[in-house]
């Protein structure tokens, strides 16, 4: 695992303006399928991969980047994706149940700190 690079905060702000934009892209380009995958797939993965999740990042991109792939390129997906999709989501809300669960004050205090410093940084 890699140290977190941003505070769940900024993490949440910066994940939030990409989905905003992939989904201005897609109202632009009225292509909902399955540009929809990557419109919320990426911003995910950004918020696991800045909060210091790698792994969660690469399962992430496989499910969402692999369902878009699948339906774009016309590959079988009758098993394929059904499987893709049901391991992916429960891997995902149990990681996701388990990390709020376990975090310790440490890691509140830590996540904190990150946000202290990044406040400092953009008021110079």
Do not use: C
Request: charged fraction near 20%.
């Amino acid at each position: 695992m890699i140290h977190q690079l941003s505070s769940r905060k900024r993490a949440l702000y910066f994940s939030t303006v990409l989905f905003a934009i992939n989904l201005s892209i897609l109202i632009f380009t009225n292509h909902w399928w399955p540009g929809i995958m990557l419109a919320i797939g990426l911003p995910f993965s950004l918020r696991q991969y800045l909060l210091g999740r790698s792994y969660d990042t690469f399962i992430s991109l496989i499910v969402f980047v692999g369902t878009f792939v699948t339906v774009s390129y016309d590959i079988s997906w009758q098993i394929f994706l059904p499987v893709l999709f049901t391991l992916g989501a429960i891997y995902l809300v149990f990681q996701e149940f388990i990390a709020v669960l376990g975090e310790t004050e440490e890691e509140k205090e830590e996540d904190i700190s990150h946000e202290v410093d990044e406040k400092d940084k953009s008021q110079r």
